[in-house]
């Protein structure tokens, strides 16, 4: 995986700039759980492009930091001017900084992590973060109904997440106070968008009937992408 990841900007994103509509969706996501006060320590691990940096800029956190184990991801991040560092093994990194960071986000990373690496990573998160402090888990949603293409349409993907299958891991790392949500990728600005979202719900209503008459799981979010929010 070394050499997939230490060009991963080119093989997985395939173009120099930034998804700007990373930055509204975002916020509309995921703002409301970051801390009041713009002073605190916030951490972004595995950064991609510098979305998530760039909307923590945006929002007025001066404490910023995002980290990743990829070389062309972090030269490419440092050339916009984010604060930002390369590291070599992610667990002991946060390993050496206990209680150092009241937000953690960790957006498309978890699925990367080999299974049985997977708890470890967590309890470190866990002991990075102060008391009280908020993570973030971003991930491909398996209960969808095309979770599939999410899983492998990255060849680095390692394991793929349902709610229960996640809540399982972060228990057993210490995580009690866990709160599951769909990410919400319409932005309604426009008509197509209003009848996009409605049209998306109808589907769904007809997935979950499906589900219920083969005695299958029903689980309620249905987004491609879902998110785990979690406070120590």
Partial sequence: MKE???NYLENAFGQREQ???????FEQNYKKYFPVNREAKVLDIGIGRGEMLE??????????????????????????GYNCELVEDTTKWLLIHQN?????TLLDVLEHIPKNSTVEFLNALYGALTPGGTLIIQTPNLQCPDGLLHRYNDFTHEFGYTEHSLQQVLLTAGFKDI??????????????????????????????FTRKITNNLTPEILNPVFYAVVRK
């Fill in 19 to 25: 998804a700007k509509f990373k930055f509204i969706q």
């Fill in 4 to 6: 997939i990841f230490d």
């Fill in 179 to 208: 709160k599951f949500a769909g990410f919400e990728e319409y932005i309604l600005d426009n008509y197509k968008k209003y009848i996009g979202k409605l049209l998306r719900s109808i589907y769904w209503k007809y997935v979950s």
């Fill in 100 to 104: 150092s960071f009241e937000a953690i």
């Fill in 55 to 80: 909307s923590v800029k945006r929002w007025g956190y001066r404490n910023y930091l995002g980290v990743d184990i990829s070389p062309s991801i972090i030269n490419f991040c440092k050339s916009l």
